[in-house]
């Protein structure tokens, strides 16, 4: 057992896209598809108890990643504050599902989502492949990040606008200024600002720095923007003279 939380991990190494790698992401399209689906149909009682529970979950996981990295000498404000995008939203989250705030929604929708879905299709877990704590911890966060928000909408009847999408890109323009800031003051480089991450990502194939960072930009507002199309082609179908009249 204490081998799933050792530091040197003798283990399976994380393949990307590996058997293990796609079993995990089956996982989180089911529980997101439930959520989506059978999900709505839960009681105001059972609702609030899957929030909660979700909550708890990633409360207890988020404690856990920080308390690994602490009992292995690695926990530092150069790396484990929460101003990762994942991090942060990790514990926006579980605010979010708390106190049902639809203004962190907003934000969770687009930025979390995104962020969680490339860190679920490539993972800054280094070799810590299945079965070890790492591996499980990731993708229960990141898959959390997305069930949360998800939730929102199916329990709670939440949906962006497009008040929402001009807010979030700048909001996340802004976020992205002042971590710039604590990365100076730090050494740090949270948001991979000031260099690309160690591990296989999406921004090895978009250039050296910083040049990867004006392409962050555009994927970011991409990201948003097809985020947001299911709720555009929901509105300008009920504003569809056609549908009207039916």
């Known amino acids: 057992m204490d081998a799933l939380f050792a ?6 190494p994380f393949i990307l896209f590996s058997p293990p790698h796609l079993i995990a992401l089956t996982c989180v399209v089911l529980a997101c598809l439930w959520v989506l689906g059978p999900g ?5 009682t059972a609702g609030r108890i899957w929030r909660y529970t979700l909550a708890g979950i990633l409360t207890v996981n988020e404690i856990a990643y920080n308390v690994w990295f602490w009992v292995h000498g690695l926990w530092s404000i150069q790396y484990m504050l929460p101003l990762h995008l994942c991090m942060l939203f990790t514990w926006l989250s579980v605010i979010m599902l708390l106190t049902r705030s639809y203004r962190i929604f907003e ?4 930025m979390g989502i995104g962020g969680a879905i490339q860190a679920l299709l490539t993972p800054d877990i280094g070799v810590y492949g299945f079965p070890h704590f790492r591996a499980f911890q990731s993708f229960i966060s990141h898959g ?8 929102m909408i199916a329990l709670e009847g ?3 606008t497009w008040r929402s999408v001009g807010r979030v890109i700048v909001g996340a323009n802004l976020y992205m200024a002042a971590v710039g800031v604590v990365n100076w003051l730090l050494g740090s480089n949270y948001l991979f600002l000031a260099h690309k991450p160690y591990t296989p990502s999406l921004l090895d194939i978009l250039g050296p720095w910083p040049f990867y960072i ?25 504003r569809s003279p056609i549908t009207a009249s039916k």
């Open 158 to 160: 939440y949906r962006p």
């Open 7 to 12: 530091f040197h991990w003798n283990g399976p």
């Open 214 to 238: 004006i392409w962050m930009e555009v994927i970011g507002l991409i990201t948003i923007f097809v985020l947001y199309l299911p709720f555009a082609i929901t509105d300008l179908r009920q």
């Open 40 to 44: 709505r149909r839960l009681s105001p």
């Open 144 to 151: 959390g990040i997305v069930l949360a928000a998800l939730s």
């Open 107 to 110: 934000f969770a929708y687009f």
